[in-house]
């Protein structure tokens, strides 16, 4: 009896081991299927974050990148067309070499050039032969094409559905059907940039806008502005593109025209329109500043063209030209030119 209650129990024991190890071996089992399955979690979360990174990395370069391929090789043509240029896109490593420029005075612009106007004499120059858009400094050389027309300032010209943008989509307080005088026109599109008053102004001249986007051109190539190109007179469109040289050649042309110089620095104007009172203001709050003696302004912007800033201003007794063009911040332009300023008034 003795020896059968021993083997009953040797029975019981085993079966108690076996039980405790095949417990132990589900519980092995559980803990290593859920140490891969969380390993499993971290690597496709780690391999999500990756993805996520690198596609927001694309689209910031794609964002960043989207305007600067507007920029053209130098023109070799002895001649320039009125006709629709499609600008050339640069490969990502010129585009960034235009960019990754770095200049003493760190310009946040990507294009600068100050001249001496009575020397010539380039004090400063940072990719100053790139060709891009000019958006509205497009404007100098529409005031320069009609102002040497002779037209009679005091003619009514009305605003017709022609002028309005359908190129960005640009708002406009001069409804179709105003009516002002020419002078009134050039005034504002000189000073606030009015886009309708410019197209007006092109629209409105004797043979209409083909015509006058030809003179446009014509005046160009006549004052050796070899890399420059006009499609239409408000730099609406991207297709308007000069270099910094160029348009330093312009400058210096229309301050030598008393009208431009005028109406470039008025620092406001009303106009009467029907029973409405407009108040326009100068697009160059450097205007404004004691500060500053300017002679002939103009700005301009565009996406595709960044901020863009021409100007005659007399620092240190001396008659400068300066420009900027590719400036990314709404007042950076203006930061360019105060630090050009300065840094002129240090080395005299």
């Not at 024991?13 to 971290?42: C, D, T």
């Not at 689209?59 to 130098?74: A, L």
Request: a positive charge; hydrophobic letters at 40%.
């Amino acid at each position: 009896m003795h020896s059968l209650q021993q083997v009953t129990l040797g029975k019981a024991i085993r079966r108690i081991f076996f039980l405790l190890s095949l417990i132990v071996l589900v519980i092995g089992m559980s803990v290593s299927n859920a140490s891969a399955a969380e390993k499993k979690r971290q690597v496709t979360k780690t391999s999500k974050v990756k993805v996520v990174a690198k596609v927001a990395k694309k689209k910031i370069v794609t964002k960043q990148t989207v305007r600067k391929n507007y920029v053209i090789v130098k023109r070799t043509s002895p001649s320039l067309s009125s006709a629709a240029v499609k600008p050339a896109a640069l490969s990502f490593g010129q585009m960034a070499g235009l960019h990754s420029v770095s200049d003493k005075l760190d310009l946040k612009s990507s294009v600068a050039l100050v001249i001496d106007q009575d020397t010539n004499e380039i004090l400063f120059s940072k990719n100053d032969k790139a060709v891009l858009p000019i958006a509205s400094l497009t404007k100098l050389m529409t005031g320069l094409v009609i102002s040497g027309a002779n037209l009679p300032m005091d003619e009514i010209i009305t605003i017709t559905q022609d002028d309005v943008d359908t190129e960005k989509g640009s708002t406009s307080r001069l409804r179709v059907g105003t009516e002002l005088s020419r002078g009134e026109l050039l005034h504002l599109a000189l000073m606030s940039s009015e886009n309708r008053a410019a197209n007006a102004l092109g629209r409105s001249y004797p043979g209409g806008l083909p015509t006058f986007v030809r003179l446009m051109n014509s005046k160009a190539r006549s004052l050796g502005m070899t890399n420059t190109v006009y499609v239409e007179p408000t730099g609406l469109s991207s297709r308007n593109q000069s270099s910094a040289q160029d348009l330093a050649k312009l400058v210096d042309v229309a301050y030598g025209d008393a009208v431009l110089r005028e109406l470039s620095t008025s620092p406001g104007h009303q106009v009467s329109v029907g029973s409405r009172t407009l108040q326009y203001n100068n697009t160059n709050r450097l205007i404004k500043n004691p500060s500053w003696d300017i002679g002939l302004q103009k700005t301009g912007y565009i996406s595709e063209a960044g901020r863009c800033l021409v100007m005659q201003t007399k620092v240190s007794g001396r008659r400068l030209i300066m420009v900027f063009l590719d400036s990314a911040g709404k007042l950076s332009r203006l930061g360019d030119a105060e630090r050009v300023r300065s840094w002129v008034e240090s080395i005299q």
